[in-house]
Every structure is written in C-alpha cells, then in structure tokens.
C-alpha cells in the first residue's frame, strides 16, 4: 500500500503525518514554527527517506493557489513575516523530489471531513475553525473551492453587539470582522483571560454564538452549504455548538426553509475525525497530486 505525507502548515506548530491511501495516519509528530531557517530542515528530515509517494500541505495563509501563477505554491501576504513570499511547494519538491499538493489548512480540514467524515454523503458543505484565528473551508461538488485566491470566511464583517464590553475587534485590518470578533484572542481580549477559564461565563458564550451565528446565517444565504462543520480550540466548550444552533435559528427569522433547517442538530455539527481532519485531507491533496502526475506522464 503506497503511504504519503501529510504538512498541516500552522502559523504557531507544524504538524507532520505520514498515511495512507485509506485516510489512516500511521505517524505524526509536531514542530514548532519557527522561521523558515530554523523549521523547514526539520520538515524535510521528518519526511525524507519514508518511501513517499507523494506529501500534501495544507497551510496557513494567504497563499497562492493558482497553477498558472508564477507563486503558485507561496505564502504570500502573512503576517508571520519570516514566511512572507516563501516557495514552500517548490522548497518540498526540491529537497524530496515527489509531486506536491497544496491548498489552505482550513481547505484541507475539510476536504478531509469530506472524504473520511462527516460531510463524505453531501457534495456542498463548509467546514469553520474557530481558535486563534478563524477559518472557512469551503468544499463545491466535493472540491475544495478556490476562486481568486480562495476564501477569507473569517474576515467577513458582522455586526457588533451593542452591550459588547470590547470597542472594536482586534483584527488589525478590520474592526468588526468574524476573527476579529470571535477568535480565541478576542475572546481573551475582552475577558481578560483566556476562554478554558470562562466555561462557567454563560454570557461569555451567548456574546461568542451571537457573532458566530450572525456568520452562518451568512455562509448559508450566500454558500447554501448541506452541511456545516464547526471545529478549532474556541468549540472544545461543549455548551458552545447548541447555543450557536440556537442562534442561527433565531437569526435566520424562517427565511431560509430546508432539509438542513428543519434539523439544525444535523445540518450544523462537531468534526468527526478526532482532530485528525487536517493531517487526513493533506493526504488527500497528496493522493490527487501523485495521480495527477501518473496522469500527465
């Protein structure tokens, strides 16, 4: 059985996964990120001389998509300046010499749910991760979709609420989009500490649904989604995923009326994969790249 490598490229570890092509992850270790200096030998070393067929990534962004551009395959605009206009693809391919695939992270997670999990019997859903940033995965008859670059469903705007104790959200570009709103950070920001000691906060919880609903009700006038998935550090608070339900019912006011309405509890659900949904869809991405390559010779 042909085993492949799997590169959840994130803005504060990297996790690195060797699997195969039923999804099953057979190795993985975790590295931090530090610049490219310092982190990518200690990437390459982790996969090299493992008989790969092929390694797919799924990375913090923005990055470049486009097979036609001349960055295909770079970070591009991040913050973690270090990494700014970085070749990562070509770096992989360089130093390993096996065909690489790549896409977003959040991209990734949810290809992975789409293959092996929860969303694999809908051809249309969006996978959401909520933790230090917030990301949108959006899967289109069971792609990943891409269109200019690819979606930035964390810097939608929503509308603050009034009785918010926190001004304007944190993000350094917009004052009131969703990440700015509703990350971790945000969370801390307004509180004072971070959100695993706020369990207890009911009203913690009610402000974060509020603004993560209002996003949804978004996501589903706009995507018309079959499924939504709803993952990332900030939804490991249990009471979190009903309250949101909740939320994007009331919000909705009946507008939109469908299978996936009519049973919130299955239309709007928790990740499937045991946090492995990232590591499986780089699989994915690794296992299209290797036939795409057969294909072309």
């Known amino acids: 059985m042909l085993h492949f490598g799997a590169l959840e490229a994130g803005g504060t570890k990297m996790v690195c996964a060797i699997g195969n092509e039923n999804g099953q992850i057979l190795e993985r270790v975790s590295i931090p990120t530090e610049t490219p200096e310092k982190t990518m030998p200690a990437l390459i070393d982790f996969f090299k001389d493992k008989g790969l067929a092929a390694i797919g990534i799924g990375c913090f962004g923005p990055v470049d998509l486009d097979k036609n551009s001349k960055t295909y395959g770079f970070i591009t605009s991040t913050p973690k300046l270090s990494w700014k206009n ?9 130093t390993l010499g096996i065909p690489v695939g790549f896409d977003t992270d959040v991209n990734a997670a ?20 909520v933790g230090t940033g917030v990301g949108v995965g959006v899967i289109i008859d069971g792609k990943p979709y891409h269109g200019m670059i690819h979606p930035e469903g964390g810097h939608i705007f929503i509308s603050r609420r009034k009785d918010d104790p926190m001004e304007q959200g ?40 509020y603004y993560l609903g209002q996003a949804i009700c ?43 309405m009519d049973n919130l ?5 928790p990740i499937s994969l045991n946090d492995n949904q990232g590591a499986m869809g780089c699989i994915k991405l690794a296992m299209d790249a290797w036939k795409e390559k057969g294909e072309a010779q």
Request: hydrophobic share 40%.
């Open 86 to 94: 970085y070749p990562i693809v070509a770096e992989f391919e360089k």
């Open 265 to 269: 509890d299955e239309y709007i659900v």
């Open 218 to 260: 978004t996501y589903i006038m706009t995507l018309s989604p079959e499924r939504i998935i709803l993952g990332g550090g900030v939804m490991h608070q249990q009471q979190l995923l009903p309250m949101v339900r909740r939320e994007v019912q009331k919000q909705m006011c009946g507008y939109v009326q469908g299978k996936g």
């Open 110 to 129: 949810a290809l992975g749910e789409a293959v092996w999990g929860c969303t694999k019997t809908v051809k249309n859903s969006i996978y959401i991760t």
């Open 170 to 209: 944190i993000c350094p570009y917009h004052a009131t989009c969703l990440e700015g709103l509703a990350s971790g950070p945000a969370i801390e920001k307004r509180w004072g500490v971070k959100g695993a000691a706020l369990s207890d906060r009911k009203e913690v919880w009610e402000l974060e649904a």
